[in-house]
């Protein structure tokens, strides 16, 4: 039997979780899971797309972005099966998977060489409507000097060439103006985020700041080298954040948000030294399961970040942030309510507590607040020393009711 004759016979089922919007909303509302950086043989993935969809679709994601480098699934390509049993095997499972009349690849006493699949070809054997969706996307790769300087343009509809500069701030920005421009030419919701800040520790925090038309960045990647939690002369991520908040709020610009990601390359061996799956993931707050209402709702801050808490509610009504946590039997939660006070030139935990769900009230005197959940459930697969499943919600700024 062929992986479509399977999709055919077997109804995929998926939970998904409904709870309070983050804004006053008429439609219903759910929350779908996804991972907005993904790679695959199309660049250095190690792995073809079809089971990359396979291994995210079974594990009840709802969209999933392939962001290869500077590369879109598009086009013919064919590459070599890389040698070693371990991609060998991975061929013949991947043959046996989808079947002798999907797979076009050749054969000789030497190597096997194998076209791969056009996202326009795949995606019919995935996406299923209010289930699964592909968004096509690229990793624009660029640089400035030897400083790696990457972001993800998700729901890009043509590719876009890395626009280069003479600094770093400009290269990014460059960048960013590029699927701006794009968006802007197409009328397709599109947007951008900043990978992985401290690869090579090639973002500071002051380039940061500089930017235009930012509003995403990577709080946490799944890579093993990205340094995530900095280390004793650069700051982790997530200080980073909120000193960039600090800024665009004293600029007039809009709050960044904080995604999680895969970043995944690696599907055949599973540790912390390789880039794997299922280690961060975005939860997004949506009437539907489209494009243009995921990336609203994200626009909106209607989302959260996550390396494994699960929330069933999470609201921001009348300056009031609330969460409940789809909680697991014998495992403790603290919940960090982390903002700045105006005139603070740093951010600080307002409350600390306990629990399962809890409640904070955004009070004037404070530029915005955000909640942190840590769980004491260990991460199956994690990097560095972020060895507990946590959480990240989006900040929060007062508003005049």
Not at 119 to 147: C, G, H, N, V
Not at 181 to 199: D, Y
């Amino acid at each position: 039997m062929t992986y479509t004759q399977m999709f055919l016979m077997i109804a995929t089922t998926l939970f998904l979780l409904h709870c309070s919007p983050v804004e006053d909303s008429s439609s219903p509302q759910r929350w779908y899971k996804g991972n907005l950086h993904t790679h695959s043989y199309w660049s250095d993935g190690d792995e073809f797309p079809e089971q990359i969809m396979k291994w995210y679709k079974e594990r009840a994601y709802h969209f999933v972005a392939l962001s290869d480098h500077n590369r879109l699934a598009e086009g013919e390509r064919w590459m070599v099966i890389p040698d070693g049993d371990m991609y060998q095997t991975a061929f013949q499972e991947y043959l046996q998977t989808f079947g002798e009349e999907w797979v076009e690849y050749k054969e000789t006493a030497a190597q096997v060489e194998v076209r791969l699949k056009t996202l326009e070809e795949y995606r019919p054997l995935f996406e299923e409507k209010d289930s699964f969706l592909i968004l096509q996307a690229e990793e624009i790769t660029d640089q400035f000097e030897k400083r790696p300087i990457h972001l993800n343009a998700t729901n890009v509809q043509e590719l876009i060439d890395p626009q280069g500069g003479k600094s770093v701030v400009e290269t990014i920005q460059n960048n960013i103006d590029a699927v701006h421009r794009q968006r802007e030419k197409t009328g397709i919701p599109m947007i951008i985020h900043v990978n992985h800040p401290n690869f090579h520790y090639a973002i500071s925090l002051e380039d940061m700041i500089q930017l235009r038309g930012e509003r995403f960045f990577e709080v946490f990647n799944g890579h093993p080298q990205v340094h995530n939690l900095g280390d004793s002369v650069h700051m982790d991520t997530e200080e980073m954040w909120d000193l960039i908040n600090i800024a665009y709020l004293k600029q007039g610009k809009p709050l960044m948000y904080g995604m999680a990601t895969d970043d995944s390359h690696h599907y055949h061996e599973f540790d912390s030294k390789w880039s794997n799956s299922g280690r961060g993931w975005i939860m997004v707050n949506a009437d539907s399961l489209q494009e243009t209402a995921l990336i609203d709702a994200m626009e909106k801050g209607k989302f959260y970040a996550s390396t494994g808490v699960q929330l069933t509610e999470l609201s921001v009504q009348n300056n009031k942030i609330h969460l409940k946590i789809d909680a697991e039997a014998d495992v403790q939660y603290e919940i960090f309510f982390i903002g700045c006070e105006k005139g603070d030139k740093e951010s600080k935990v307002l409350e600390q507590v306990s629990a399962t769900e809890a409640s904070f009230t955004i009070g004037e005197k404070l530029l915005f607040v955000r909640a942190k959940i840590v769980s004491s459930a260990l991460h199956p697969n994690p990097i560095e020393t972020a060895i507990y499943e946590m959480a990240w919600t989006q900040p929060a700024t007062f508003q005049h009711l």
